[in-house]
């Protein structure tokens, strides 16, 4: 499974457990649509920490790293080599 579809599947279980809208793509603006909250950004945070061995710093939760899933993954991918 690729971190994208680890993303897609935790905020589509955590935010939309009646389904997650149609329009809920790796670019989907999380931060604008308000799909995103404090809650959830740690529960990524925790996730993406155990499954991928990396840590988040203080300086790495920035809306930048959150704003999509692709950006969490291209963070994802900047913490561990690209694998």
Known sequence: MSI????LNYLAA????DGAPKDLTNDYDLIDS???DSRLMVGLIVL???QYSIQFGSND?????????NALAAFVRSQTGGQ
């Not at 994208?4 to 993303?7: T, Y």
Request: hydrophobic residues 35%.
């Open 4 to 7: 994208e579809d680890e993303i």
């Open 14 to 17: 955590e935010r939309f457990p």
């Open 34 to 36: 308000g799909t995103i």
């Open 48 to 50: 993406l920490e155990r």
């Open 61 to 69: 939760i920035v809306p930048r790293n959150f704003r999509s899933i």
